[in-house]
């Protein structure tokens, strides 16, 4: 069965330094998201990504952080200077149509020291 | 923002038991959807509801749709001890018959079952 692919599974960052998190969707999937869990906590909305470009975002969602998708299989999100509070997992997830549900991918742990 | 309150926190359960879980919200939502997570693992889709007072099985779980829409519950028959994990309901709210996705999740409940 097709996955959501993440990687890397864990990443480990200075304070203040740029990180990008790379999410494969499933291959024929059109909408995108993602989503992060700090430690213990449910898991929260980032952003959502339709036809090229962000379509809802949340308050957590600030300048630091932005998404892309560079070609046709990778969907990233880059935190331009990292806080120790953004320490958490980060999950990718797509779907095919709105009126599907969201596939998860297992995450990227995000350790900012 | 919207909430959802989910119940409850922790189980702690026999093996065959049967588990009861339960989201409720102050809006509404179109879609109710509940996912499991094992550690180290991102959360896995178990039943999607679109209808409100839907009622679906999927093998042991059965999950409903409140007549509301601000609600919705997840059973589990006969638990076996795989099924230890962590359960969350999301809701998803769709306006103007438009969506673009965005989940709300409730706080999970822990599940452990005692073989």
């Known amino acids: 069965e097709p996955e959501v692919t993440q990687t890397p599974s864990h990443q480990v960052t200075q304070m203040g330094q740029e990180v990008i998190l790379r999410c494969v969707p499933i291959?024929?999937?059109?909408?995108f998201y993602w989503y992060r869990q700090i430690l213990g906590q449910k898991v929260e909305f980032l952003v959502s990504f339709y036809n090229n470009e962000i379509s809802e975002k949340s308050e957590i969602f600030d300048d630091q952080f932005s998404v892309e998708r560079p070609d046709g299989s990778n969907f990233t999100l880059k935190i331009r200077s990292t806080k120790l509070e953004d320490s958490a997992m980060y999950f990718c997830a797509s779907k095919r149509q709105a009126d599907q549900p969201q596939h998860f991918g297992d995450g990227t742990r995000l350790s900012i020291l | 923002g919207q909430q959802l309150n989910q119940s409850p926190q922790s189980m702690f359960i026999q093996e065959g038991e049967d588990v009861s879980m339960n989201c409720t919200s102050s809006?509404?939502?179109?879609?109710w959807l509940w996912y499991k997570q094992d550690p180290g693992e991102g959360p896995v889709l178990l039943i999607a509801?679109?209808?409100?007072?839907e009622l679906t099985s999927n093998g042991r779980l059965t999950a409903q749709f409140g007549i509301t829409r601000k609600d919705s519950f997840l059973n589990i028959s006969a638990s076996i001890p795989s099924d230890v994990g962590i359960y969350f309901c999301a809701g998803l709210f769709n306006a103007g018959g438009t969506s673009y996705g965005k989940l709300t999740f409730g706080q999970g409940t822990i599940l452990t079952v005692h073989p």
């Open positions: 291959s024929n999937h059109l909408y």
């Open positions: 809006s509404i939502f179109n879609t």
């Open positions: 509801l679109y209808k409100a007072g």
